[in-house]
């Protein structure tokens, strides 16, 4: 069965603008979770969801972040008035229950010019 | 707070040759750990985890033991091949409520030699 999904894959953006990063988790799974890997460095937590409600977005780093699963299922990422230091690769997660290891999608690298 | 430290790399070995990639953990509880490899072009894997003092994790060669006393999850193999070349990331996560986020040292990348 097909995995995590996200697109784009790569997305450039200028200083200032919105951007919007999908994931797709694997069909059934109802925990979903965003990552965010700057270069030379590990993921770090920015949200879980356990179906369509954010249990914790303790690793949003600012008010500009925001994200939603409004059906449980897909999920979206938004960033509003982008920064440079917000160029990273996203990473999406899912699993079928809390508890369970995660399937990485294979992220979507964020350039902010 | 939780945290991971695994050796920085970038690690180069010949093929066959014995692979240690040490990792550390830092944290309040029990956690599970995990290591999670990424291969050029693609997204993390699950590669092995133990969720428990003394459980040893073990998938394609490579093994993993969950060491309480001295707080460390080392990774191993006896022989690398060439396409063991990647980046190797140690993680924990502490469970318990709701949320089972990761936390994830910063990575050691392996190149392997024909």
């Known amino acids: 069965g097909a995995g995590v999904s996200q697109t784009p894959s790569n997305k450039v953006t200028e200083k200032g603008k919105y951007v919007e990063l999908r994931c797709d988790p694997i069909s059934g799974h109802t925990a979903l979770y965003w990552y965010r890997q700057s270069l030379g460095q590990g993921p770090e937590f920015l949200i879980y969801f356990q179906g369509t409600g954010a249990a914790d977005d303790s690793g949003l780093p600012n008010d500009r972040f925001f994200a939603v699963r409004p059906e449980g299922s897909v999920s979206t990422l938004k960033i509003q008035r982008t920064e440079r230091g917000d160029s990273a690769v996203y990473l999406c997660?899912?699993?079928?229950?809390?508890?369970?290891?995660?399937?990485f999608g294979p992220g979507t690298r964020l350039t902010v010019l | 707070g939780d945290s991971v430290t695994q050796m920085e790399g970038p690690v180069t070995l010949s093929e066959e040759a014995f692979l240690t990639i040490n990792c550390t953990y830092t944290?309040?509880?029990?956690?599970?750990l995990f290591w999670y490899v990424q291969y050029p072009g693609e997204g993390l894997q699950l590669l092995l985890k133990a969720t428990k003092a003394d459980d040893k994790g073990s998938n394609k060669g490579f093994e993993a033991t969950y060491r309480k006393e001295t707080t460390s999850f080392h990774l191993e193999k006896g022989s690398v091949q060439v396409s063991d070349s990647a980046v190797y990331f140690c993680?924990?996560?502490?469970?318990?409520?709701?949320?089972?986020?990761?936390?994830f040292g910063k990575g050691t990348l392996l190149t392997v030699n024909p």
């Open positions: 944290a309040t509880g029990y956690p599970s």
């Open positions: 993680a924990l996560t502490m469970g318990g409520g709701s949320n089972y986020k990761l936390t």
């Open positions: 997660a899912s699993s079928p229950n809390q508890g369970d290891w995660q399937f």
